[in-house]
């Protein structure tokens, strides 16, 4: 088994294929990990893909690497024992497949492996950069102009959603690509000059689709400044270039106001379902600026800005029902959504109540938009702690590399966008991350 899974063929059809799935995610997101084909949508395939990484990696990795990761898969088989606890007390069924929907959070944790595993097989070149540079181009004149109607019909027929880039799918694409670009570039100044061209592009557009992301980009941008060396000859080509950034800059802010003007037309507003606009209305027209925006009133956290008061309640609620479950150890489980998308929380006259304002546009969202907030309602007290400890091990792991600044610049700013929005739950996303993490910061003893 182990000859056959690291041939140089295998090895090369599984390369061949996560391109293809990284391609995919970063030009399309959402909207291509929702592809059905043969009954299953890519990002079960390939969170399947991940689940059977996990498990056969003690196959396909040498003895050495193995032992080097040996307090990994220690804290990852705590995790698996903990799902079966949390599984068995909360009569979650292991036929359904909703069960691992909710537990998704673990079996994405198999391409950490497969990021090891390839570690030497994946060699990047300057065309290859290049081409890396045109997708995060295209991805930013998409996220404000959209993709022609010819694309969206294709995701419409074969997807079950369509959407644009949210706000944590452009962080990591602008974080993961400037990362690979600052490290392969042999000349310096190159790499600083498509590195500050990258942030005038993209920091407009990051402060009006999301400030978490926002927010996130500077803390990656400060990071990387301070890690790295720029240097840049005084010249005159170098003068011209700072005139180029300062004109991208301008050229940016006003162009990526169309996001905004697009997205809260009066038109498009009055499309809105009723539900979209309880939602827009809870989050956008209740910001109080007589408010701090955070303060506390009857033993509850708020905040006068309306979008982060409507997470912060979000986020107590849920505490909550965990606490008036007595399922703090083990958590809520997997059998079914969170209460707090369930149970009406919205009053009308007569303090009746009418409606849900959480479940998002399309009526479906189930997720607390806090990646471990999420750990700790599904899995308790037990997830959440051996979740903490396995990413202080990546810590460590980068540190022993001497890649703890490399790490940071990557790590800081992605958990940071996960810790207000619900990007870890998403199939893509933590793919790539838990890969790229394996790829870069884990050292292969092969």
Known sequence: MYKI??????????????????????????????????????GEIFIGLSLLGLLLSPVYLKKETKHNLKDVYLIISLILLGFFFSAFESNSFFT??????????IWTMGFLFLG????????????????I????????????LNYPNFIQEFFYNTSDKYELHKGSDLLLIFVCINYIIMKYFKSNEQSSRLFLFNISLFMPLFIYKSRAAFIAALIYIFIELFSKTFYFKKTWSNL??????????????????????????????????????????YKFSKYQEDYPILYFSNQRLYSGDGNLNWRLQLWQDSVEDLNQDNSQLFGNGYKD???VFIEENLTCSGGKPCGNNRLGLDGLNQNVHNYFLTVYLRGGFFHLISFIILNLFFLFYAYRNAQIFNFLKFYIPVMFVSFFDSSMENAHFPLIFYFFIGFYFIKNKD
């Open 5 to 42: 899974l690291n041939s140089s063929n295998f090895r090369n059809f599984v390369i061949y294929v996560l391109s293809l799935f990284f391609i995919g995610s970063f030009l399309f997101a959402r909207s291509f990990i929702g592809i059905t084909i043969f009954g299953y949508r890519i």
């Open 96 to 105: 359904e497949p909703y069960t691992y929907r909710a537990s998704s959070y």
């Open 240 to 281: 011209i270039f700072l005139g180029f950034l300062l004109i991208t800059l301008t050229f940016s802010t006003f162009y990526s106001q169309r996001y905004v003007v697009e997205e809260f037309s009066a038109e498009i507003v009055s499309n809105i379902p009723n539900a979209y606009k309880q939602l827009g209305e």
């Open 133 to 144: 540079e045109i997708v995060l181009i295209i991805v930013y004149v998409v996220s404000i």
């Open 337 to 339: 959504k969170f209460r």
């Open 116 to 131: 090891v595993w390839l570690k030497k097989d994946i060699v990047i070149n300057i065309n290859q950069l290049f081409l």
